[in-house]
């Protein structure tokens, strides 16, 4: 067993106040539990097989994941830092417990919270900006370091295809090419019905767990709803509902039984405006050198340089309610020679006339009605005085 992993496994039964498996230092299950912790820090949404070795394993079920996860990456209760001027914030998402910049951090957050953590502001890149972000992960050389670049007010969404997944490799420089494709709308589009323009917006969320709309969010909505569905529970890699019950290794392994992994998400439209990044191309290098000596120990760093976008799509109206009563008006003008307002005009005047005639026309016949009951009222009485006499 590494000696880091079971460092880490010492330090949480320290800092728990009391151990978690009820282990002594020289314990033979160890070894176990060791390899539990790897499976779980590793652990992905689509990599719920790697539990089999632990199912039915009851001393397994009353662990909080997300805790013992955030006290694997950080046994001592130091930070990581990532880059020497942004700030990340812990992300509990579906590839793991991550460092985040999103400005929607508070739907990952490990603590549960629906509340926001602070990270860096949004770099915006300008035509005369020099658009370049350096990312220094200070992890040892054995680990693994995963890059995910997205939207900054989105999450993470392995696998789409708005997210650049790279590798960063102990001591080397990776260097990408990013280009920004954006979809952006027109005011009017906002006006039409969802069903119409096939698009949402971040304000018109009908998600049963997210107040904000988003592709990845609905997703993931979408996941919570098919697990609490197929095994009663929730997993972990979600943050939200903290209320809800959180699946075990025996319930995680339920769902990949069913093939949760593969949940519809087609329902899920995109959201009228939004952009996501095109990797254009990435290399590789050795580290640079400062008179003669490496910057740092374990140093591996990742270059992002973003290009602005040529082109872009735009959605607009082609036809309004409002386009085409006028369009329609052009025609009948062109074809009979007369405008729609023409048209309209007459119509209104006959209508007018029809309606004036029929009014009269009534009145007239009420009017002879009543002259001819009273009439034969006189004619009545004649005959009574007759009968009388």
Known sequence: MPKTMQQNLKNIHSSSGKKIW???????RYDYYAGFLQVLNLLRYDTL???HPYQNDTTLGHINYVDVLTKLQRPEGQELQLSKSNQYAPAMTEIGLCRTSS???????????????????VQYCLFMSICITKLYPEYPDNAQ????????FDVVSPGHITNVYLTASPGRVLTVDLEISTFSAEVEVRNLPVEYRKCRYPDESNLKFFQTYTTALCCMDQRIRRALELCKCKPHFYAVAPELPVCSVDQLLCLHKHNWTKTNCTGCVQLCEYMFYVQLQQSLSPPMQQEGFLSQKFERIVVIQLQLPYRGIRRRVVFSSDQLIVSFGGAVSLFLGASFMTFYTMIKIFGEFVALNFIQFWRKRRQQKQ?????QQPNRRNLMRVQKI
Do not use: F, R
């Open 22 to 28: 009820q282990l002594t230092p020289n314990d033979t």
């Open 49 to 51: 097989d790697t539990l």
């Open 103 to 121: 400005q929607l951090n508070k739907y990952t957050n490990p603590s549960g919270k629906l509340k926001s953590i602070d990270v860096g502001p």
């Open 145 to 152: 370091v995963s890059v995910y670049l997205h939207n900054p």
């Open 371 to 375: 002259k001819q009951q009273q009439q």
